[in-house]
């Protein structure tokens, strides 16, 4: 019996193989899936139906006809043997573990291929998402927002891609805290490559990479706008860190409003065409973030509460931009000059500080907030 079996105890392995050839049939999406385990009760029986009942039903031929392949039956059989190994596992929508705010979706997957532990996947989440292409500060801001997040109770959830995807998902584990990845390709053909090691360090500390695609399904374009619903269908908000007018990020602030979710959107400059998506968000009605507690005043009382500090706080230590701002007031430029940094380092260090609550901005100076 694969590992799965526990998170499915009323599916037989035959109906578990069923389901799984089910899924791999070509043009069958989640509508579909339901129709289908309505009108016959369970795959099994689904499969076993002639092909003028599937027809009655509305599905096209090329749903009905490689339902007993071999090929198809192979493909089951391998996705089989994966749930077999540890920490593999698929969690259907039928499963009282599948995530709830999930199962709200009229389109909700009808099951998810987790690595990992799905137990992720019913704690409170906030998605982050954002350009690919993201400037130096965007990613700063990223992964800063993210530890924040993550030491506050949440788990970050966000699509493994890269510039802010990866730099959200770098900061919730630098911050002690768990983040959950939505692909766009099946489990076995992680994209993009250069995250591999990502993804295995976001099982290792407990959290999970999750997809609804065949195991086996390679990087194609069409598939990735469909895993935004998941993104935000998982969460409680989703955060646009940064994003273009153009950018896929937009339309899972889209699903995620059509789905009530909060959507909250980081303002910047507006000669950075990074920052025009952003505000397109904020006139359209998206909260406007500036540090995290304006995310924290929506969602209070969600996040769980962590064991311990995921981090040590930025008072206990001799923070050096924190010492130079007790001595006066300086300028971004002038903090970079007298510390010696580089200007991204001083952006990410001023951000943290910043939603820590230590230095404030006014009229373009930064100045140590006294606690």
């Known amino acids: 019996m694969p590992a799965s079996s526990s998170l499915s105890p009323a599916v037989s392995p035959a109906?578990?193989?069923a389901r799984l050839r089910l899924h791999l049939l070509p043009e069958l999406g989640p509508r579909r899936f339901?129709?289908?385990?309505?009108?016959?009760?369970?795959a099994s029986a689904a499969l076993s139906a002639p092909a003028s009942a599937w027809r009655?039903?509305?599905?096209?031929?090329?749903?009905?006809e490689p339902r007993r392949s071999a090929q198809i039956r192979e493909r089951a059989a391998a996705a089989l043997h994966w749930l077999g190994e540890p920490d593999q596992h698929v969690v259907m929508?039928?499963?009282?573990a599948y995530p709830a705010l999930l199962a709200e979706l009229a389109d909700a997957p009808p099951l998810l291929f987790v690595a990992g532990d799905p137990g992720v996947l019913e704690a409170p989440q906030l998605a982050m998402v954002g350009s690919r292409r993201a400037s130096r500060p965007g990613l700063d801001n990223a992964r800063a927002f993210a530890r924040s997040l993550a030491g506050v109770g949440f788990v970050i959830t966000s699509g493994l891609a890269l510039g802010i995807d990866g730099a959200a998902h770098q900061g919730a584990l630098e911050g002690g805290g768990k983040t959950v990845a939505v692909l766009g390709t099946g489990l076995q053909c992680l994209y993009p490559r250069r995250h591999v090691g990502l993804a295995?360090?976001?099982?290792e500390q407990g959290g999970a990479l999750v997809s609804e695609l065949p195991l086996d399904c390679p990087p194609q374009a069409s598939n990735f706008p469909?895993?935004?619903?998941?993104?935000s269908g998982l969460s409680l908000g989703v955060l646009v860190v940064e994003a273009s007018p153009s950018s896929g990020s937009l339309i899972t602030?889209?699903?995620?409003?059509?789905q009530g979710r909060e959507v909250y959107a980081i303002p910047g400059s507006i000669h950075h065409p990074g920052a025009r998506g952003c505000h397109q968000l904020i006139r359209d009605g998206a909260t406007l973030v500036e540090s995290i507690e304006h995310i924290l005043e929506a969602l209070r009382g969600w996040q769980t509460p962590t064991a311990e500090p995921v981090s040590v706080p930025l008072a206990s230590v001799e923070h050096p931009l924190l010492a130079l701002l007790h001595a006066a007031p300086h300028s971004t430029e002038a903090l970079v000059q007298a510390s010696g940094w580089p200007l991204s380092q001083v952006l990410?260090?001023?951000?943290?500080?910043?939603?820590?609550?230590?230095?404030?901005?006014?009229?373009g100076r930064w100045l140590a907030r006294n606690r």
């Open 56 to 64: 009655a039903l509305g599905l096209p031929a090329a749903c009905a």
């Open 200 to 203: 295995a360090q976001i099982i």
């Open 226 to 231: 469909r895993r935004n619903r998941i993104i």
């Open 348 to 363: 990410g260090a001023l951000t943290e500080l910043e939603l820590d609550g230590l230095v404030c901005n006014e009229a």
């Open 93 to 96: 929508w039928d499963d009282p």
């Open 34 to 42: 339901r129709k289908l385990l309505s009108a016959f009760d369970s």
């Open 253 to 258: 602030a889209r699903l995620a409003a059509e």
């Open 15 to 17: 109906e578990l193989e």
